[in-house]
C-alpha cells in the first residue's frame, strides 16, 4: 500500500482546465494516509455547476474513488482494478455513466482524467485535460 499512498500523493492540489464553454476545477487534499478528500466541478458564466465531493479510500488493502454527485441517491464506489506509477483506473461495471475513470499524471503538471462507460456496444468517453494551479 505504500506505493498506491505515493501514487495518490501525486493528485493532490488544485487542478483545472477548459471544457466545453466552462472551465473544469479538481481539488484533492490528504486528510490522512488512507483517505483523499476531493471536491470537483464546472464553472460557467460565473456560476459552479455539478458539483461533486469525491474520496479515494484505502480499505481492507482495496482502494476505492467515491463519487457523491446530486443526481444519485447515494455516494458511487469505484474499485481501484489497476495502477503504475503514473495512472490510476477505478471501475464500477454495475453504475450508469462512469463505469470507468483513468487518471493518468505521466506529464509532469498535467491531469488527463478519462471517464467511460459502455451501453449496448458503444463506448462514451469524456476527456479533461487539467493543469496543476497551485
Do not use: C
Not at 492540489?13 to 471544457?19: A, D, K, L, P, R
Not at 479538481?26 to 483523499?36: K, M
Not at 503504475?84 to 471501475?91: A, G, Y
Request: glycine share 6%; proline share 3%.
Amino acid at each position: 500500500m505504500a506505493e498506491i499512498i505515493i501514487i495518490l500523493a501525486k493528485l493532490l492540489g488544485v487542478w483545472e482546465g477548459i471544457q466545453g464553454s466552462g472551465i473544469y476545477h479538481e481539488e484533492w487534499r490528504r486528510l490522512s494516509n488512507n483517505l483523499l478528500e476531493g471536491r470537483a466541478y464546472m464553472v460557467k458564466k460565473g456560476e459552479i455547476i455539478n458539483p461533486e465531493n469525491l474520496k479515494i479510500v484505502i480499505e481492507d488493502d482495496e482502494v476505492y474513488y467515491v463519487a457523491d454527485v446530486s443526481h444519485n441517491e447515494a455516494p458511487v464506489r469505484f474499485r481501484m482494478t489497476s495502477f503504475s506509477e503514473t495512472i490510476l483506473v477505478f471501475e464500477n461495471p454495475s453504475h450508469d455513466f462512469p463505469q470507468k475513470i483513468t487518471y493518468d499524471l505521466a506529464e509532469e503538471g498535467w491531469l488527463k482524467a478519462v471517464i467511460e462507460a459502455e451501453r449496448e456496444g458503444k463506448i462514451r468517453k469524456v476527456e479533461f485535460r487539467l493543469k496543476k494551479t497551485d
